[in-house]
């Protein structure tokens, strides 16, 4: 046989055994990592979190992410009775956050040590409704403010402007700056701190709606033309982007809210958890969220760059007067019921119209 032909058959024969090795151990996981995703359940609205974020993070971490959507605030509370606790990563908005916090649903430690902390503008830190950072990292942020059709002489108070001028005013919904205007006026839904002035509710809530104007979604930008029938409109930075008018802060206060993220304390995959949220606090899923879905941010990276809209930076926050930020605490008990007497009223009036 001659050299040629022996080194061809040997080479054959090396190539028939290591298919048989590689069949009977690389198919066993034996061989190297060939491990199936793990699998995190996610709690989160739709339009919060572009399904392209999640899909590069899903890539690079070797993780399939389970998300869970809803449709209102009452679906999102019986989700989260349900799961007590058992979602590995769980968005809401934080109005809700220190009623979350005493849920025990939520992890408990501390996001410091992310490295994507560290890129984290100062005025995200140590936030009112978790000062440590135990709970939650907030991914962007929106304010509440208003704007006033140019040359209008309207008084910029909250207790001036409601109710005199209600009907001039149009807010976001479904929003809970609804509700935290509501709670201004002292509605109250738990029962045993209803006082002498706030035992009904539901006429509270039907008294608010009747005395508005009109309604418009939170997520819709707005335009000049809106105010050839409202002259006065509640929205966020966002939304204001392409008008000549200015977002304002009302001189007795503004409301600011942050889309928040935390782990849940029954994940089986905490670490894993916090390694998405690190990934969620990238530079690039950033800019996703601000493209995408609408909210500023939260890093020190984008002050400098001048394609992302000055209302649109984290340093943005500092344009509002810090004595006029107010970060509403609103309960989840509460909440279903709030939201189907809204629902209610808004069938009931005639007047409130949506933009």
Request: overall charge neutral.
């Amino acid at each position: 046989m001659t050299a040629y032909k022996k080194t061809l058959w040997l080479s054959a024969a090396v190539f028939f055994c290591g298919g048989i090795l590689w069949g009977l151990f690389g198919g066993l996981g034996l061989l190297g990592p060939s491990r199936a995703p793990t699998s995190l359940t996610l709690i989160c609205k739709d339009e919060w979190i572009p399904k392209e974020t999640l899909h590069e993070i899903e890539g690079k971490l070797r993780v399939h992410i389970q998300k869970t959507s809803f449709s209102d605030w009452s679906e999102y509370a019986r989700l989260l009775a349900n799961a007590q606790g058992s979602f590995d990563l769980l968005c809401t908005h934080s109005f809700l956050a220190r009623d979350l916090a005493q849920s025990h649903w939520l992890d408990a430690s501390s996001y410091a040590g992310l490295p994507a902390y560290k890129g984290l503008a100062a005025e995200f830190k140590d936030l009112p409704f978790d000062p440590l950072q135990k709970y939650f990292l907030p991914l962007g942020w929106r304010i509440n403010g208003f704007v006033f059709k140019a040359g209008s002489k309207f008084p910029h108070t909250w207790k001036a402007l409601w109710p005199a001028e209600g009907k001039k005013l149009s807010m976001n919904h479904p929003d809970l700056e609804l509700y935290a205007r509501m709670q201004d006026e002292n509605l109250e839904m738990d029962p045993e701190k209803q006082g002498r002035y706030n035992r009904n509710p539901e006429e509270m809530v039907r008294k608010f709606i009747r005395n508005l104007g009109s309604i418009h979604h939170p997520e819709k930008p707005l335009s000049e033309e809106v105010f050839e029938s409202r002259p006065i409109y509640q929205t966020t930075n966002a939304q204001t982007l392409y008008l000549k008018e200015r977002l304002e802060a009302l001189e007795d206060g503004v409301n600011v809210w942050f889309l928040l993220i935390g782990v849940g304390s029954q994940s089986t995959h905490k670490e894993l958890a916090r390694k998405v949220i690190n990934e969620l606090l990238s530079t690039k899923a950033s800019n996703q969220l601000r493209i995408q879905s609408g909210f500023a941010h939260v890093l020190t990276h984008f002050n400098d760059q001048k394609e992302v809209p000055a209302l649109m930076k984290a340093t943005a926050l500092r344009e509002f007067p810090l004595r006029s930020l107010r970060f509403p605490d609103i309960s989840l008990d509460g909440l279903p019921q709030w939201e189907s007497l809204v629902s209610k009223a808004l069938q009931e009036s005639g007047s409130v119209k949506k933009d």
